[in-house]
Structures are given as C-alpha cells and as structure tokens.
C-alpha cells in the first residue's frame, strides 16, 4: 500500500471520529489501528491543522494520539492511567463510545 492509499484509508476509516474526539478531548484513542496506519493517521491529522502525537500505551496497547500542545511533564502518567480505567472498562464490558477518554 502506498502513503497516499495508506492516507486515503485512514481519512475514511478514522478521521471523523478522530477529530471529534480530539476536539472535545484533545486526544483520540484507538485499538484497531495498525501502527503501519499510525503515521499516516498523524499526517492527515496535521493535514486538517492538528499537530499531534501518537503512543501505544500498555496493557491494551491502544493508540493514543493527543494534541503537541497538550503535551506536559504530567501528561504521560495521565495517559497511562486512563488507559488502565480504559481496560477496566473495557473488563467490565463498557461500551467504545463510554469508554474513558
């Protein structure tokens, strides 16, 4: 697959739900996406005027990708405990769209 199709996959798959969450939280997260498909979800995402990050996070090892100008000293030890409620929840047989942002 080339960088373009790679773009055009994501742009269909992951960029609506993606901007949305990252303009109401600052971050997305996603657990399907493939890290081949990470970089490319960055670049449309910067293509749309979010200048993001992205980090896969244990123990589901989700993707998180979450806005530059978020970013603090405290930010990972945040990310990594909403990823452990995440999976809790997840556990607990929580709805995607309930899950803890």
């Given at each position: 697959m080339?960088?373009?199709?790679?773009?055009?996959?994501?742009?269909?798959?992951?960029?609506?739900?993606?901007?949305?969450?990252?303009?109401?939280?600052?971050?997305?997260?996603n657990?399907s996406?493939?890290?081949?498909?990470?970089?490319?979800?960055?670049?449309?995402?910067?293509?749309?005027?979010?200048?993001v990050?992205?980090?896969?996070?244990?123990?589901?090892?989700?993707?998180?990708?979450?806005?530059?100008s978020?970013?603090?000293?405290?930010?990972p030890?945040?990310?990594e405990?909403?990823?452990?409620?995440?999976?809790?929840?997840?556990?607990?047989?929580?709805?995607?769209?309930?899950?803890?942002?």
């Amino acid at each position: 697959m080339t960088d373009d199709e790679k773009k055009e996959y994501v742009k269909e798959h992951f960029l609506s739900e993606a901007i949305s969450s990252i303009e109401e939280v600052g971050r997305y997260w996603n657990g399907s996406i493939s890290r081949t498909m990470t970089s490319a979800l960055c670049e449309v995402l910067e293509e749309e005027g979010f200048k993001v990050t992205v980090r896969e996070i244990p123990p589901e090892w989700e993707h998180v990708f979450y806005l530059v100008s978020e970013r603090t000293i405290e930010y990972p030890e945040m990310l990594e405990n909403i990823a452990i409620q995440r999976s809790t929840q997840k556990e607990n047989d929580v709805e995607e769209r309930l899950l803890a942002k």
